[in-house]
């Protein structure tokens, strides 16, 4: 089985041979969890600018 490293470069050309390595989860690890549905986490508590109509914060969609 294939497993995908943690924190690589993209880069399509080398994808295959730089960013998978062979695994056998069995041996790795004692628990493995499958998620069929997820959501994105929200803050309890919004920041106010997320509310403004429309408007996008200056560094989106990289912004903090």
């Excluded at 995908?4 to 041979?17: F, K, N, S």
Aim: proline share 9%; glycine share 4%; aromatic share 10%.
């Amino acid at each position: 089985m294939l497993q995908r490293a943690i924190g690589v470069i993209y880069r399509p050309q080398t994808e295959r041979l730089s960013h998978y390595f062979e695994a056998r989860p069995a041996a790795q690890f004692d628990t493995l969890i499958h998620l069929d549905v997820t959501r994105a986490l929200e803050p309890l508590e919004p920041p106010h600018a997320w509310h403004a109509a429309g408007d996008l914060a200056e560094t989106y969609p990289f912004g903090l």
